[in-house]
């Protein structure tokens, strides 16, 4: 059974820092590319950063780049996504995602949620200003 199971999420002031974490099971760890999406209240779906660890290659959305920071244990199939300099508008339940790796999403400069084959449940992520 394919699990993408987020954690980490929960309530901070801005100007802080949270990290998530999604480990995954169930399918083949290498053969994907781990994203992140964020869904906030009222807005659409949107990308907020990717990591091809076979690549060496990372995405960040215009948005979070320079506050937000990706990275990926291989060993524990687990990604960890960094929010620091958190603001308001950040709030949002964050999804992980497994991006197909046969796709260009996440390893040239964008990230398509139609190339996601399995998905997170989500984890809600709420900055109080």
């Known amino acids: 059974e394919v699990q993408l199971v987020e954690s980490g999420g929960g309530l901070v002031q801005a100007g802080g820092s949270l990290r998530l974490s999604c480990a995954a099971s169930?399918?083949?760890?290498?053969?994907?590319?781990i994203g992140w999406f964020r869904r906030a209240p009222g807005k659409e779906r949107e990308g907020v950063s990717c990591?091809?660890?076979?690549?060496?290659?990372?995405y960040y959305a215009g948005s979070v780049k320079g506050r937000f920071t990706i990275s990926s244990d291989n060993a524990k199939n687990t990604v960890y996504l960094q929010m620091n300099s958190l603001k308001p508008e950040d709030t949002a339940v964050y999804y992980c995602?497994?991006?197909?790796?046969?796709?260009?999403?996440?390893?040239?400069?964008?990230?398509?949620?139609?190339?996601?084959?399995?998905w997170g449940k989500g984890h809600l992520v709420t900055v109080s200003s």
């Open positions: 990591i091809s660890t076979r690549a060496a290659v990372t």
């Open positions: 169930g399918f083949t760890f290498d053969d994907y590319n």
């Open positions: 995602a497994a991006v197909n790796g046969t796709t260009s999403s996440c390893l040239l400069g964008y990230l398509d949620y139609r190339d996601v084959d399995y």
